[in-house]
């Protein structure tokens, strides 16, 4: 039936794209942290990172190490487990990387919540309410995602990796939906650039989740419909928000990533 041809096509194309940015991510974030601390430069991590570094807090360092550490593994580990040939071909390397991948989900989590309640965000409290509820869905969805994976429901087991993949790209959805946010408007709309304070990144602190989670059950939902027009409809949405993934990511790999490598 094309209109599920379209559907599906559609849904490729954002997953690719996405796949792509979130890889560009985690190169920048391995050779930005990364390269930091090879040269022992803690401190540089500030320069991105308010008090990501603070010399003499261990655990909040650890924490903020941790995190960054499984980030990357997120990134490049996360979408080899959505290739079906892979997957069928090599089922004991699904696994395994399934299992490193929940595990990095679960640390990636807690430290990412130890960071916001021994540090706090830029974004003051609705920031750190915002970050902490990412944190605690990463939480629900990898438990989801272990369970029905252990009792073999593979269909569900895989609507819960998929959850858990969007929950994860929060960080990756708010630099590239504020990047393009800027770049449309040619400059900050809605909020202070002084004190990262303002109704658009209340919206984005939220949004930067609950909005691909919410297309998520909209596909999920169009895909058992009948109709064309519901499937069509579903398409074009995928299609524009895959053109938004598109320009924020080269924002924000031209006005973020690179500069900051330089």
């Not at 190490?65 to 079906?84: C, D, M």
């Not at 807690?110 to 902490?132: A, N, W």
């Amino acid at each position: 039936m094309w209109p599920n041809k379209i559907l599906n096509y559609s849904a490729r194309l954002w997953f690719i794209i996405t796949v792509i940015g979130q890889i560009l991510f985690a190169i920048y974030v391995a050779l930005f942290y990364g390269g930091a601390a090879m040269e022992g430069d803690f401190m540089r991590w500030n320069r991105v990172l308010p008090h990501g570094y603070v010399e003499g807090e261990t655990m909040g360092n650890l924490a903020v190490a941790t995190h960054l550490l499984f980030a990357v593994v997120v990134l490049f580990g996360g979408p080899i487990q959505f290739i079906p040939k892979l997957r069928n071909k090599f089922p004991l390397f699904h696994r395994w990387n399934g299992r490193i991948y929940l595990s990095a989900a679960l640390l990636l989590s807690i430290s990412g919540l130890y960071m916001v309640i021994s540090k706090g965000t830029i974004s003051g409290l609705v920031g750190d309410i915002s970050v902490s509820l990412n944190g605690i869905l990463i939480l629900l969805f990898s438990i989801y995602a272990l369970t029905t994976a252990m009792k073999r429901k593979i269909v569900v087991h895989r609507k819960w990796v998929l959850r858990l993949f969007l929950a994860m790209g929060g960080v990756w959805f708010f630099r590239i939906g504020l990047m393009f946010w800027l770049l449309v408007n040619g400059g900050p709309v809605g909020f202070d650039p002084e004190t990262f304070r303002g109704p658009f990144l209340v919206f984005l602190g939220f949004g930067q989740y609950l909005i691909p989670l919410i297309l998520l059950e909209f596909y999920f939902w169009s895909q058992k419909k009948r109709k064309a027009a519901t499937k069509l409809t579903m398409a074009m949405t995928l299609f524009i928000f895959t053109i938004i993934t598109a320009i924020g990511t080269f924002a924000a790999t031209m006005g973020m990533w690179l500069p900051r490598l330089g």
